[in-house]
């Protein structure tokens, strides 16, 4: 059974990738027609994280700068507010979206293949100099972003997708599951992010490139297409590279002549671990093995525990040395600094799992560390160990007083620190579990709350037409009757029927008939005011409310819609012309929609009477 594909629904269900925090805001500032230069660089500097990283590409030899930058601000102007929002989007993207629900979904392989594309990309069109390489850094980086968008909207559905993936096509598979595949939903998404037009268009042109790369359009095809067979050298086994290689060799000769090909894959290699490094994501995977048989009950359970991001601080620079080693042996993503100061700045830019402080240090000490963290919302949820040398009862008390979770006294015992640091690790799994359980709920609530207003506006709305049905008719003429009441501003309605309807149902048949009034609908949108309101009252008749209008101003629209029936007739061999009869009543004080609708229809009436096409006003 195939999912109904609803690319605005998902968005507002916020289902789909979107850039958070910081990276929104450069987004937004960037649409405004007076941003400069000067407020984008210092939303940058807002984030410690984002401004190495744009120093980073700014000073790459994607970029090659004559000099070095220094400033963020340099960086800004020598990228461009185009190419600084491009760059936050990608890099926003990889930051917020390194995990997630879809079970067989390779997310940190996923963002090392799109880093190794966006490499290539950009090294590629440098050489060709087609356009800016941080433009097509980011294209390169967001051009599957459609797989892990379907991964995210549906998890589940996508994880049987990529079990059957190994036998059939993925993207047959995705079209037939979701009525559309990753690349399309890609194409779509660099579209809602603005993403240049010629950039998108020539990733979708990649998959099946022209046979030679001729014009501008034909290169950047060229660019994606060779990017991401460099995207698959990066990603391959040792033994499987040489024949990728070989695969790339021609195309890439072709393209550029004058290129070395070794050196150019020694060079994207490079930058690609560079810039995995930097932003986090790990780019050297350990070898496939074949799968082994049944696997020891208690081997499963610990592998069962996930690897924490821990942060360690301490003044002994040996220490530091040892126990980062030992913890990233464990299994552990561990960064090192040397005082309280420091730490809180590193977990303002990317907070830990888990938190090990000496206690004695220099200008903070790892107490008010605790206490600081604890009184922070972004503190709240970090697993906290002390390193002491301390045991007394009094200094434990105070040490849980100001928020550690556990403890371990030096000289530290690593065996003794990896068995505390287990039980951090069972209480990051529950605090996931419960942060992933609260996010189904949240995505629960919008589902309904969406489903909620889509029955509503289901239950007010012709399905034929598309207008309010009669139902809304008179709940809205309810409501501006009594605004109208309130305020004194006069409200009029008119009742228009089409001429000879039932002529052309016989005639046509009940088909042409939905076509006619489909297209007089159409009509009535185009001719009313934006504070006019048309609704389908049953049949072929329809009912506008005009508000803030009299019967002299009432007459004049009537009139207006009348012509724009005449004038605009469907493309149908009707048995006359569309016309259209109108009955306008304008409401008197404390006047009830039952009869001001009665003293429309009976103005209707008389425009009937009197041969049709025309507007009677109600006495």
């Given at each position: 059974?195939?999912?109904?594909?609803?690319?605005?629904?998902?968005?507002?269900?916020d289902?789909?990738?979107?850039p958070?925090?910081?990276?929104?805001?450069?987004?937004?500032?960037?649409e405004?027609?007076?941003?400069?230069?000067?407020?984008?660089?210092?939303?940058?500097?807002?984030?410690?994280?984002?401004?190495?990283?744009?120093?980073k590409?700014?000073?790459?030899?994607?970029?090659?700068?004559?000099?070095?930058?220094?400033?963020?601000?340099?960086?800004?102007?020598?990228?461009?507010?185009?190419g600084?929002?491009?760059?936050?989007l990608?890099?926003?993207?990889?930051?917020?979206?390194?995990?997630?629900?879809?079970?067989?979904?390779?997310?940190?392989?996923?963002?090392?293949g799109?880093?190794?594309?966006?490499?290539?990309?950009?090294?590629?069109?440098?050489?060709?100099?087609?356009?800016?390489?941080?433009?097509?850094?980011?294209?390169?980086?967001l051009?599957?972003?459609?797989?892990?968008?379907?991964?995210?909207?549906?998890?589940?559905?996508?994880?049987?997708?990529?079990?059957q993936?190994?036998?059939?096509?993925l993207?047959?598979?995705?079209?037939?599951?979701?009525?559309?595949?990753?690349?399309t939903?890609?194409?779509?998404?660099?579209?809602?992010w603005?993403?240049p037009?010629?950039?998108?268009?020539?990733?979708?042109?990649?998959?099946?490139?022209?046979?030679?790369?001729g014009?501008?359009?034909a290169?950047?095809?060229?660019?994606?297409?060779?990017?991401?067979?460099?995207?698959?050298?990066?990603?391959?086994?040792?033994?499987?590279?040489?024949?990728?290689?070989?695969?790339?060799?021609?195309?890439?000769?072709r393209?550029?002549?004058?290129?070395?090909?070794?050196?150019?894959?020694?060079?994207?290699?490079?930058?690609?671990?560079?810039w995995?490094?930097?932003?986090?994501?790990?780019?050297?995977?350990?070898?496939?093995?074949?799968?082994?048989?049944?696997?020891?009950?208690?081997?499963?359970?610990?592998?069962?525990?996930?690897?924490?991001?821990?942060?360690?601080?301490?003044?002994?620079?040996?220490?530091?040395?040892?126990?980062?080693k030992?913890?990233?042996?464990?299994?552990?993503?561990?960064?090192?600094v040397?005082?309280?100061?420091?730490?809180?700045?590193k977990?303002?830019?990317?907070?830990?799992?888990?938190?090990?402080?000496?206690?004695?240090?220099?200008?903070?000490?790892?107490?008010t560390?605790?206490?600081?963290l604890?009184?922070?919302?972004l503190?709240?949820?970090?697993?906290l160990?002390m390193?002491t040398?301390?045991?007394?009862?009094?200094d434990?008390?105070?040490?849980?007083?100001?928020?550690?979770?556990d403890?371990?006294?030096?000289?530290?015992?690593?065996?003794?620190?990896l068995?505390?640091?287990?039980?951090?690790?069972?209480?990051?799994?529950?605090?996931?579990?419960?942060?992933?359980?609260?996010a189904?709920?949240?995505?629960?609530?919008?589902?309904?709350?969406?489903?909620?207003?889509?029955l509503?506006?289901?239950?007010?709305?012709?399905?034929?037409?598309?207008?309010?049905?009669?139902?809304?008719?008179i709940?809205?003429?309810?409501?501006?009757?009594?605004?109208?009441?309130?305020?004194?501003?006069?409200?009029?309605?008119?009742?228009?029927?089409?001429?000879?309807?039932?002529?052309?149902?016989?005639?046509?048949?009940?088909?042409a008939?939905?076509?006619?009034?489909?297209?007089a609908?159409?009509?009535?949108?185009?001719?009313?005011?934006s504070?006019?309101?048309?609704?389908?009252?049953?049949?072929?008749?329809?009912?506008?409310?005009?508000?803030?209008?009299?019967?002299?101003?009432?007459?004049?629209?009537?009139?207006?819609?009348?012509?724009?029936?005449?004038?605009?007739?469907?493309?149908?061999?009707?048995?006359?012309?569309?016309?259209?009869?109108?009955?306008?009543?304008t409401?008197?004080?404390?006047?009830?929609?039952?009869?001001?609708?009665?003293?429309?229809?009976?103005?209707?009436y008389?425009?009937?009477?009197?041969?049709?096409?025309?507007?009677?006003?109600?006495?």
């Amino acid at each position: 059974m195939s999912i109904e594909f609803d690319f605005e629904e998902l968005k507002a269900a916020d289902r789909l990738p979107s850039p958070p925090g910081v990276a929104l805001s450069i987004l937004q500032l960037v649409e405004r027609e007076d941003a400069d230069l000067d407020e984008l660089a210092n939303l940058v500097q807002a984030d410690p994280a984002l401004s190495a990283r744009l120093l980073k590409f700014a000073n790459s030899p994607l970029v090659a700068p004559v000099r070095p930058i220094v400033a963020v601000k340099e960086a800004v102007a020598r990228i461009g507010m185009n190419g600084v929002r491009n760059l936050v989007l990608g890099l926003s993207l990889v930051g917020h979206y390194r995990t997630g629900e879809c079970e067989g979904f390779d997310y940190p392989r996923f963002w090392a293949g799109s880093l190794a594309q966006g490499v290539a990309a950009a090294l590629l069109v440098k050489h060709w100099r087609l356009a800016a390489p941080e433009e097509c850094f980011t294209v390169g980086l967001l051009a599957d972003i459609g797989r892990l968008a379907l991964a995210t909207a549906w998890p589940g559905e996508y994880a049987d997708c990529l079990r059957q993936a190994g036998e059939r096509n993925l993207t047959e598979l995705e079209r037939e599951r979701f009525t559309i595949d990753h690349r399309t939903l890609t194409g779509l998404l660099l579209h809602d992010w603005r993403l240049p037009t010629v950039f998108i268009e020539a990733l979708q042109h990649s998959h099946k490139p022209p046979p030679q790369p001729g014009d501008r359009p034909a290169r950047l095809a060229w660019v994606f297409a060779l990017s991401r067979l460099v995207q698959r050298w990066c990603l391959a086994e040792p033994e499987a590279r040489p024949e990728i290689q070989a695969a790339l060799e021609k195309p890439l000769q072709r393209a550029l002549p004058e290129l070395e090909i070794e050196e150019f894959l020694s060079q994207n290699e490079t930058e690609w671990h560079a810039w995995g490094k930097l932003i986090e994501i790990p780019t050297r995977f350990p070898k496939k093995s074949k799968p082994a048989g049944k696997r020891n009950p208690a081997t499963h359970a610990k592998e069962e525990l996930p690897g924490l991001k821990i942060l360690l601080v301490d003044d002994d620079a040996m220490l530091l040395l040892r126990l980062g080693k030992q913890l990233k042996q464990a299994g552990h993503q561990v960064e090192t600094v040397k005082d309280g100061k420091a730490a809180l700045k590193k977990i303002l830019e990317s907070p830990p799992q888990l938190l090990i402080t000496d206690w004695h240090m220099q200008p903070m000490d790892g107490l008010t560390l605790c206490r600081t963290l604890r009184d922070s919302p972004l503190g709240e949820s970090i697993y906290l160990i002390m390193l002491t040398a301390s045991e007394t009862e009094d200094d434990l008390v105070r040490a849980f007083d100001a928020g550690i979770d556990d403890y371990v006294t030096k000289p530290v015992s690593l065996r003794v620190l990896l068995a505390r640091i287990k039980s951090a690790q069972r209480i990051v799994s529950l605090q996931m579990a419960l942060a992933k359980e609260h996010a189904a709920l949240e995505q629960r609530a919008k589902e309904l709350e969406l489903l909620n207003r889509k029955l509503e506006q289901l239950a007010h709305t012709d399905v034929l037409t598309g207008l309010p049905n009669r139902r809304y008719a008179i709940e809205r003429l309810n409501q501006e009757l009594a605004e109208s009441r309130r305020s004194g501003r006069p409200v009029s309605v008119m009742i228009l029927d089409l001429d000879h309807f039932k002529r052309i149902n016989d005639t046509l048949g009940h088909e042409a008939g939905d076509r006619v009034l489909v297209h007089a609908a159409r009509i009535l949108r185009e001719t009313l005011r934006s504070c006019d309101v048309a609704c389908r009252f049953g049949g072929e008749e329809f009912l506008v409310i005009a508000p803030d209008t009299d019967s002299h101003d009432g007459k004049q629209l009537a009139e207006r819609l009348c012509r724009a029936i005449a004038a605009n007739q469907p493309e149908l061999p009707l048995p006359a012309p569309l016309t259209v009869s109108i009955g306008l009543a304008t409401a008197s004080p404390d006047e009830d929609p039952k009869t001001l609708i009665h003293h429309a229809d009976k103005a209707l009436y008389h425009s009937k009477e009197q041969g049709r096409n025309r507007v009677t006003a109600a006495a």
